[in-house]
């Protein structure tokens, strides 16, 4: 069974930028998060999505968007981009059926801003 | 809200020894679920043990235990007979126990090293 896959692993993106990370989840799992990952403020929650839906939401502003498809693949998107969205950005997918969900997660997308 | 606070941002480990990494968290709800992800130098994550909040039991899963104080909202995890490629970045999560909610909040980490 194929894990969480995103692409692309690593990009370099410069200030007012902006970038598209693509995340699939393991067949069968509708529920798509996204986190962000950075040294100095560690993993926080994006946002969510099931079927095709936001669902959750993180405190981060509205330059960071994301939308989930049909088959469940998700796209998330961060326009003009700032130096500080420098960061590992990572997806992880879910079955979502008792409530509270093992959460799988791929490798990740690691963006650095210049 | 939820807020997880792991206190030990690196340790170490000889080999085949075993080590506790220590986790509390601060919530108000009665129903949650615990989780303690490592993530190897590799970045990948991946679960390592999951906790209910209302199962008294404590989780087990081959060589990792925790020990759970709901009380106390405690949630330890016990590493037995360490091994050089348990050497990675272990976070300690929390997530509500509601439907349609996958909001996972996470620990800064804490860096384990496994030494020879």
């Known amino acids: 069974k194929a894990g969480v896959t995103q692409t692309p692993r690593y990009l370099i993106k410069t200030r007012g930028q902006q970038v598209t990370l693509s995340c699939s989840p393991i067949?069968?799992?509708?529920?798509v998060s996204w986190y962000q990952q950075t040294p100095g403020q560690g993993l926080q929650f994006l946002f969510e999505?099931?079927?095709?839906?936001?669902?959750n939401k993180g405190n981060f502003p509205g330059r960071f968007s994301g939308r989930q498809f049909s088959n469940s693949r998700s796209e998330m998107n961060v326009s003009t981009l700032e130096l500080g969205d420098s960061a590992l950005y990572l997806c992880?997918?879910?079955?979502?059926?008792?409530?509270?969900?093992?959460?799988?997660f791929g490798a990740g997308s690691r963006l650095t801003v210049l | 809200a939820q807020t997880v606070t792991q206190s030990q941002p690196e340790m170490s480990v000889q080999e085949a020894e075993t080590v506790t990494l220590s986790c509390t968290y601060d919530?108000?709800?009665?129903?949650?679920?615990l989780f303690w992800y490592k993530q190897p130098p590799s970045r990948q994550m991946i679960l390592v043990i999951r906790?209910?909040?209302?199962?008294?039991q404590n989780a087990t899963e081959n060589r990792f235990s925790v020990n759970f104080q709901k009380a106390a909202k405690s949630f330890s995890l016990k590493i037995s007979d360490s091994q050089l490629g348990d050497t990675a970045m272990y976070f300690c999560?929390?997530?509500?126990?509601?439907?349609?909610?996958?909001?996972?909040?996470f620990g800064a980490g804490t860096r384990l090293t496994v030494k020879p």
């Open positions: 906790q209910e909040a209302y199962k008294q």
């Open positions: 999505y099931f079927s095709e839906t936001q669902r």
């Open positions: 992880a997918s879910s079955l979502d059926w008792d409530g509270a969900n093992v959460l799988t």
């Open positions: 919530t108000s709800e009665s129903n949650y679920y």
């Open positions: 999560a929390f997530m509500k126990h509601r439907y349609n909610n996958n909001d996972m909040r």
């Open positions: 067949s069968g799992h509708r529920s």
